[in-house]
């Protein structure tokens, strides 16, 4: 089944402690993203890989890192967790970045983390 | 800044009756625009797109309009159904966009 898996669904933490949200697709897509997800704020895009060890920040990278060393890995690091990050998180993929006219490309979105920074 | 825009945070509708969701978006370098719908704990999946060439695009009880000049698109779903009721979130793609820029949704509750 084509799929975005990402782990843990929950997680709650405390500030400061370092942690990883793995996210892993098996569609063979050159483009994977990191998104989160806050009330009133919809869905906005924190990290993006176009290929492997190819990443650039989204609109709002701070406090998070990524990396990209196979293709269909893309972890989501928070190296020093703070509250402002507690959010639920989605990881998509795809097979470009940017849906071009006439098809139907879209992103596939993991099932989320929901991330509590207390 | 928001540029892609859901203004009403919620909608109810009877079932059997029309859902209309509304979209506006201000980046005139915008061409292809979708609908993601979103269940409690699951993540956004497609549900329908249009280009900028094209001012409708039908999908079953789903049809997605485009006005570009009012730079407004919506999604009508004809006949609503009790599983329509999740969270509608439209979303934009472009020139120059090596992502999609997502509103900040709707939540369709259709009641039977």
């Known amino acids: 089944e084509a799929q975005v898996t990402q782990n843990p669904r929950y997680l709650i933490t405390v500030t400061g402690k370092k942690l990883t949200v793995t996210c892993s697709q098996n569609?063979?897509?050159?483009?994977m993203s990191w998104y989160r997800q806050d009330p009133g704020l919809g869905l906005r895009q924190i990290y993006y890989?176009?290929?492997?060890?190819?990443?650039d920040k989204g609109d709002v990278p701070e406090g998070y890192k990524v990396s990209r060393k196979e293709k269909r890995n893309f972890p989501l690091i928070l190296e020093s967790p703070s509250p402002n990050q507690t959010s639920l998180y989605f990881c998509a993929s795809s097979l470009i970045g940017r849906p071009s006219k006439g098809s139907r490309y879209g992103y596939t979105f993991g099932s989320g983390t929901r991330l509590t920074v207390v | 800044d928001q540029q892609v825009k859901q203004n009403s945070p919620s909608l109810s509708v009877q079932e059997g009756r029309i859902s209309i969701l509304n979209c506006d978006y201000t980046?005139?370098?915008?061409?292809?625009f979708l609908w993601y719908k979103k269940y409690p704990a699951e993540g956004p999946t497609f549900l329908i797109s249009?280009?900028?060439?094209?001012d409708k695009n039908e999908d079953g009880r789903f049809t997605v309009f485009l006005n570009k000049s009012a730079k407004h698109l919506s999604l009508h779903i004809v006949p609503s159904q009790p599983g329509d009721s999740a969270v509608y979130f439209c979303?934009?793609?472009?020139?120059?966009?090596?992502?999609?820029?997502f509103g900040t949704g709707t939540r369709l509750l259709v009641s039977p």
């Open positions: 890989s176009m290929n492997v060890e190819v990443t």
């Open positions: 980046n005139s370098m915008f061409d292809y």
């Open positions: 569609m063979n897509h050159e483009y």
């Open positions: 249009i280009s900028s060439i094209k």
């Open positions: 979303a934009a793609s472009g020139t120059g966009f090596q992502k999609l820029v």
